[in-house]
């Protein structure tokens, strides 16, 4: 089955894909990528919570990471379940949010840690992000990393870390295609 875009929908051998939205509660994690902020510090995760818990989905996990790319790396495998350890077989969570780590800076590696486990990486995320963070803060706007991807059957966002950055990328981008985004990563 085609859409108006010519886009191929068909449930495929699997028939349990959602498309256009699920209103299936979804089990996010919030990571901070931060070598310099505490939890108690941390202002941007509170705000991905906040947007994430306002739509209908749970947040099962938050957590400060350092700005160490295999911590990073290690992190995301094993809340995708796509390495022994930390979570429980079959509580993989739906969608990683990471904020922070994506700019140009020595210490921001958020990038270099995801995108080699990103299959596919989700170019339209990133392009998007910066198209509306340009109203926000201009030509600055390019300058953000911002990317998404799949990983096993999780959802992965990497956002920047302003509070105003994670808003945006969570109430604008992500949130409005996630349940389609999810449906189509096989869950």
């Known amino acids: 089955m085609s859409d108006e875009h010519g886009h191929d929908h068909g449930d495929g051998e699997h028939g349990h894909?959602?498309?256009?939205?699920?209103?299936?509660?979804?089990?996010?994690?919030?990571?901070?990528?931060?070598?310099?902020?505490?939890?108690?510090?941390?202002?941007?995760?509170p705000?991905?919570?906040?947007?994430?818990?306002?739509a209908g989905h749970r947040v099962a996990v938050t957590d400060v990471v350092a700005d160490d790319a295999a911590a990073i790396r290690e992190r995301v495998e094993t809340l995708a379940g796509e390495r022994d350890g930390g979570?429980?077989?079959g509580d993989a969570v739906d969608v990683v949010?990471?904020?922070?780590?994506?700019g140009l800076t020595p210490d921001d590696v958020t990038i270099e840690a995801i995108?080699?486990?990103?299959?596919?990486?989700?170019?339209?995320?990133?392009e998007?992000?910066?198209?509306?963070?340009?109203?926000?803060?201009?030509?600055?706007a390019m300058l953000t990393r911002a990317t998404a991807g799949i990983v096993g059957e999780t959802a992965v966002y990497a956002f920047p870390g302003s509070p105003d950055a994670i808003a945006l990328g969570v109430e604008d981008v992500l949130l409005p295609e996630i349940g389609h985004v999810v449906g189509l990563a096989g869950r």
């Not at 894909?17 to 995760?45: N, W």
């Not at 486990?117 to 989700?122: G, K, R």
């Open 115 to 126: 995108r080699p486990l990103l299959d596919p990486e989700i170019p339209g995320i990133g």
């Open 97 to 102: 949010v990471t904020t922070g780590g994506t």
């Open 87 to 89: 979570v429980a077989e």
């Open 17 to 45: 894909h959602h498309h256009h939205g699920t209103d299936e509660t979804l089990a996010f994690a919030v990571l901070t990528i931060s070598s310099s902020r505490s939890s108690d510090e941390d202002e941007s995760g």
């Open 47 to 54: 705000v991905a919570s906040a947007a994430i818990e306002d």
């Open 128 to 140: 998007y992000f910066r198209r509306l963070s340009h109203e926000q803060v201009g030509t600055a």
